[in-house]
């Protein structure tokens, strides 16, 4: 390797699959973006197709190899949406079903069967997660049941499963590597993160054989090399590092040490804050496995919120509106939201509530209320379950956390961003780069070289500069109206 080496990062995500390639400086030397399509079958399934990302990555690639100009590619890494489930035939690499992806609810019966027969507590003990139809675990069941054949295939040793990146290195090594890092299996409902390995018993309980599941290595590892064909990049080049994606964006901000708290905004957002032990929460908080380097795992606090920059989008649709850029500018031709607050539930609740038979709710309006005053609660309400998380996992943690280090679309919006600041009475500095999850899969590649990449530097700080008084009003108005989502569902069931 020169000093000139590039790492080519994927960041396979749940709306684009995105191809970096990166130097040691953490400078980005040229960029491809595909879209991915994301269906809904029925009222709360979602899914994609396990060929249209592979075919896509392979575009990416293709697309930032062909700009590179000979430049010298040291390896790849991967960053990937998580919680995302597929299973394949180990002998042809077909798909068996779709990519059941995170936000997908079709597995809610097998959660709930599992939480009557007296079973989460234990589950929550041993992975850290809270049972929830947001993880892999029961999707995992449902494929086999659900799949012609699928069952029986997979006991008789036919089938292998994994989360996205898993695939993506079946692919990429022509069906010869059958792996997943530690972040990744600290997600799926199946990996005891006391242990650092795969439970009997919970396999068991969710009724996964265990013959499918991919070996467990650190994030850091070679993984393996790319075959003939497979991909743009020439035969050999090492998979160097894989990380899911919102641990990731917490490695390329550069923290590496408890007390700073990362939020990633996407689709959902997902805050994370790294811990010197593996915490049990109490707070409706995720304990996972931020990463592991050379074997040695970091554990984390995360919360995971099901829909955030989504329900902007949602919200546009609804008042017509392009796009949520349109919906931020009609937002600012208001003060406030004069009283309106919007609960996007609309997959449920995650955390720290963890109710997915939630439904969105808006509440607050009156005969003053216009599309603006609507317009604002949604871009609010990204910054109100941030805030919920947040103060969860201080509660965990016993003590303050510090600063908010954002990134992803909504970290780009001023309005967000000072809103966010002034609610948690925290400073808040976005990422001066948008692709800080596949930054973070580049510096861990590069970690794994022996070379320490920089984090990703803010680009915009945000210092509160609302009273205590007034933020408590709008926290205040937050929980009433939950309260009132909560309480009006359960009024329908």
């Known amino acids: 390797m020169t000093d000139q080496s590039l790492i080519l990062a994927i960041d396979q995500g749940t709306t684009n699959t995105k191809a970096l390639l990166v ?116 999707k995992i069941a449902w494929l086999l049941d659900n799949v012609p054949g699928a069952r029986a295939r997979a006991e008789g040793g036919e089938l292998r499963v994994g989360t996205v990146d898993t695939w993506l290195l079946w692919s990429l090594t ?90 990633t905004y996407g689709t959902g957002t997902s805050l994370m804050a790294l811990t010197p032990e593996r915490i049990r929460s109490t707070h409706g908080i995720s304990s996972t496995i931020a990463w592991s380097q050379s074997g040695r795992a970091q554990y984390a606090l995360e919360g995971n919120i099901s829909v955030s920059g989504q329900s902007a989008a949602f919200v546009a649709e609804l008042l017509g509106l392009a796009d949520a850029a349109a919906l931020s500018a009609l937002a600012e ?36 209320t216009k599309p603006a005053h609507l317009a604002r609660a949604a871009l609010e309400a990204i910054a109100f379950q941030v805030a919920d998380v947040y103060t969860a996992m201080e509660a965990d943690t016993g003590s303050a956390l510090g600063e908010l280090r954002a990134d992803g679309g909504a970290s780009r919006n001023p309005l967000v961003m000072q809103f966010q600041s002034d609610i948690l009475d925290r400073p808040v500095a976005a990422a001066a780069a948008p692709e800080v999850s596949a930054l973070g899969a580049a510096a861990l590649a590069f970690s794994a070289l022996g070379i320490a990449m920089p984090g990703v530097p803010a680009a915009d700080k945000y210092k509160p500069s609302m009273s205590a008084a007034q933020s408590s009003e709008h926290r205040q108005r937050w929980a009433s109206a939950v309260t009132q989502t909560l309480a009006t569902n359960n009024k329908t069931t």
């Not at 990519?99 to 069967?113: D, N, T």
């Not at 499918?212 to 590892?221: C, F, G, I, P, T």
């Not at 003060?335 to 997959?347: K, Q, Y």
């Not at 720290?352 to 038979?357: A, K, Q």
């Open 333 to 368: 031709t208001v003060a406030d939201s004069n009283g309106v607050t919007f609960v996007p539930a609309l997959v449920g609740l995650g955390a720290p509530y963890w109710r997915s038979d939630a439904r969105g709710t808006i509440t607050g309006m009156s005969l003053g």
């Open 174 to 263: 022509g069906g010869s590597v059958h792996a997943t890092d530690h972040s990744n299996a600290s997600r799926t409902q199946l990996f005891n993160t006391d242990t650092l390995s795969w439970d009997a018993e919970l396999c068991a309980l969710f009724d996964v054989p265990m013959s499918m599941l991919a070996e467990v290595k650190s994030s850091d590892s070679r993984f393996g090399t790319t075959t003939e064909g497979a991909c743009a990049l020439p035969a050999g080049t090492p998979i160097l590092s894989m990380i899911g994606d919102s641990h990731a964006a917490l490695f390329g901000h550069g923290v590496r040490e408890p007390g700073t708290v990362k939020g």
């Open 23 to 138: 130097d040691a400086e953490g400078c980005v030397h040229h960029q491809a973006s595909v879209p991915n399509v994301v269906t809904y079958p029925r009222p709360g399934w979602a899914e994609q197709s396990a060929t249209d990302l592979v075919a896509g990555v392979r575009t990416a690639i293709a697309e930032v190899v062909g700009q590179a100009a000979g430049r010298p590619i040291a390896g790849i890494g991967i960053s990937n949406q998580r919680e995302s489930i597929l299973v394949w035939d180990a002998a042809t690499g077909r798909p068996v079903g779709p990519v059941v992806i995170w936000q997908c609810r079709r597995s809610a019966s097998k959660c709930e069967a599992l939480k009557s027969a007296g079973h989460a507590s234990t589950i929550e003990d041993r992975t850290g997660l809270t049972l929830d139809p947001l993880f892999p675990a029961a």
